[in-house]
């Protein structure tokens, strides 16, 4: 047993868990020496994870046969073909011809549950199935089944029957409830921000944009605003009185100084998402300055190394005040004129999600975070703070996006009503290569730069698009929300673009040469990211044991909120392991120095009581994703966060170049709450 432990292991080490992306295929009964097995594979993807813009997770199929006989010998064949079907067996769609040994890459599919059918044809050119069924095998998302289990009464000694000062969560409008879980709410007290006597909170005003110099200061301050969304007024917070904070442009290569004060009731800081600064000011409490207390200063210098779009936000509690509204964007301007493609237009977008009821905002833990198992999904998605994003365009613009979540939890799939959308680059910057998608897939605290073409007249719905797991039912629904809209005219641009071109930036392929040589070395860490939970109620515990019979790769929306709302980090632990020594979290000790590249393998657990997936950040420096579930990735960009979805191994190429004490933790809000942080040395440097 031991050994066959290890022989599994060794199979992952790279692949993903073979449960969430393998099908053993079945043969029948006559043929029972024939064996096949499903491999799949996400197609490659800018964003790791492949997902089209109705939110179908694509995959392609690598398909192993053994011992299949000659087809004549099974009658009047020719050859075999694989098939992928829906669980009614329809539509029938053809992969193509299949033969014993690896059958690579067939596909792609996009179909949330589905069956895999080998059969005998009379020709591999055959276009409907009619021969004699070989193999069949069921997707793992096939083993959703509706919900028998019978429900126990909830109670737990870490939760407590919803009184007077919690409101019940709200449900999802496509799904149902779970029985036995509406009872709990969570162990602690709850908190929103409010007017104190005699206190004025002035509405907040949009984002205003502000230039920098080389040498310039800015004053950011963090206080509270009223916000006014679909008729009920917030209190909430924002930098400058703006929601979202101000928009800071600067060119690359510059420092400016920024003198922070916080006017909130909380102690907070400030974090400089993805920039290369010097560590001192990296706005870590308790790792690189103590947490700002209320009515106090600090004063941050913010260095810009790297071109691109990053964002600034608490961290301290930025469960609460990040989703209230305390986040901001600096946008980074490269000296080269022609850094970017030329377009019409910019538009600086921030993606977020709040959770409200009909008496207002969902209230946070006051002592700590609630939602700690699946995160803080919310049911009004924002963009720019508001619920109806609209811009108006000539026929014909291009208009550049620069995308930034910052949702607490959400993973947004985001599409422009089926105008063409090219992705140019990422957190710190741009592609090796422009490639075409049509959906784009963003985790929190990812940062995206896409341009579209708005090439008729219409008007173009900036949607999100998921499909999400039904646990009571076992089935999926279809989320669809509209974020906004783009106006476009009959009038037309006056001057067109070309859009149709995809860029190879040599200026890249350059920047990535010297680590090209590092990308097949052995791996020096190995992180397993997991979940451990304590005190939960003899309910909870069924629950979830029930729904450990698939994990999606992406738990894209809130779908058991009764279940998630009670939980704390006094039940819930998440947590990075280190393989190698066993240690967890703040237990472990990685040093590096300046000049070092280090290779760390990311395994997202799937046996976990409720995997889920992580968009893992890592402060002060710059990575590359060099492979998913064994397979390299061929079209290469910095990254500061990477999504590692459930089941899931992720291979990184981390440069170490900023000296200093530096932080790794998952960006769901929730999960850093619970603990899911590492810290690692970097020395050297002057």
Request: charged share 20%.
């Amino acid at each position: 047993m031991a050994l066959a432990h290890l022989v599994l292991l060794a199979a992952l080490a790279q692949e993903g868990h073979p449960d969430i992306y393998g099908i053993d295929l079945v043969p029948t009964p006559d043929l029972r020496y024939v064996q096949g097995r499903v491999t799949l594979r996400h197609p490659p993807s800018p964003f790791g994870i492949s997902v089209s813009a109705e939110g179908h997770h694509r995959y392609a199929l690598d398909i192993w046969l053994s011992s299949l006989p000659e087809p004549s010998s099974l009658g009047d064949y020719t050859s075999y073909v694989a098939w992928v079907t829906t669980p009614v067996m329809s539509p029938m769609v053809k992969l193509g011809e299949v033969r014993n040994g690896e059958n690579p890459a067939l596909g792609p599919i996009a179909m949330n549950k589905f069956v895999v059918i080998v059969s005998a044809e009379v020709s591999r050119d055959v276009t409907t199935r009619e021969g004699r069924l070989v193999l069949r095998g069921t997707s793992p998302s096939s083993r959703i089944q509706q919900d028998n289990h019978l429900m126990l009464p909830a109670t737990s000694s870490r939760a407590t029957h919803h009184g007077s000062h919690w409101p019940h969560p709200p449900m999802h409008p496509l799904l149902t409830m779970i029985p036995g879980l509406e009872a709990l709410s969570p162990n602690v007290e709850p908190f929103l921000p409010r007017a104190d006597r005699g206190e004025t909170i002035e509405p907040a005003s949009p984002r205003e944009k502000v230039s920098l110099g080389d040498g310039d200061t800015f004053e950011l301050v963090a206080s509270k605003v009223k916000r006014t969304i679909h008729g009920h007024d917030y209190v909430m917070y924002g930098f400058n009185g703006q929601y979202p904070g101000p928009l800071l442009e600067v060119e690359q290569n510059t420092t400016i100084t920024i003198l922070f004060r916080n006017h909130i009731e909380l102690p907070t800081s400030v974090h400089w998402h993805g920039v290369r600064l010097d560590n001192r000011f990296d706005g870590v409490p308790g790792v690189t300055q103590q947490p700002v207390m209320p009515g106090e200063s600090f004063e941050y210098r913010v260095f810009f190394k790297d071109a691109g779009i990053y964002w600034y936000h608490p961290h301290h509690r930025e469960d609460i005040q990040q989703d209230l509204g305390l986040y901001g964007n600096m946008l980074v301007r490269a000296p080269a004129p022609d850094f970017f493609n030329e377009v019409h237009r910019e538009e600086v977008l921030m993606l977020d999600d709040l959770l409200v009821t009909g008496d207002g905002i969902f209230p946070y833990g006051e002592e700590r975070a609630t939602h700690a198992l699946m995160g803080r999904f919310g049911n009004l998605m924002l963009v720019n703070g508001e619920p109806s994003y609209r811009i108006s365009v000539k026929g014909g613009e291009v208009v550049r996006f620069f995308l930034t979540n910052v949702a607490n939890t959400r993973t947004f799939n985001l599409s422009f009503g089926g105008a063409p959308i090219k992705i140019v680059g990422s957190d710190l910057g741009k592609y090796e290569r422009e490639v075409f998608t049509d959906s784009v897939v963003i985790a929190p605290a990812e940062r995206y730069i896409v341009e579209v073409l708005f090439d008729r007249a219409g008007s173009f719905e900036l949607r999100n698009r998921a499909q999400l797991q039904e646990h009571g039912f076992g089935s999926f629904v279809f989320e669809d929300t509209v974020l906004g809209r783009v106006d476009v005219s009959k009038e037309r641009v006056g001057r067109p673009l070309s859009f149709e071109s995809l860029r190879t930036h040599s200026d890249v392929a350059r920047d990535l040469e010297p680590y090209r040589s590092s990308f097949g070395r052995p791996v020096d860490h190995e992180l397993l990211l997991t979940l451990e939970t304590r005190g939960l109620s003899p309910t909870f515990m069924q629950r979830l044991r029930a729904d450990r019979v698939y994990f999606p790769p992406v738990e894209w929306s809130g779908t058991m909120p009764e279940m998630n709302f009670p939980t704390t980090s006094g039940e819930v632990s998440w947590i990075l392991r280190e393989r190698a020594t066993g240690r967890e979290n703040l237990g472990i000790d990685w040093r590096f120095r300046v000049g070092d590249v280090a290779k760390l393998r990311l395994v997202n657990d799937r046996d976990a009581i409720h995997a889920m997936q992580h968009p893992l950040h890592i402060h002060g420096q710059r990575f590359l994703v060099l492979a998913r579930n064994g397979v390299p990735n061929d079209n290469l960009v910095w990254k500061d966060t990477v999504l590692v979805a459930v089941g899931e191994t992720v291979d990184i190429l981390l440069e170490l170049s900023n000296p200093g004490r530096w932080m790794v933790h998952c960006h769901i809000a929730e999960h850093l709450e619970t603990g899911m942080k590492l810290i690692f040395a970097v020395d050297g440097g002057d």
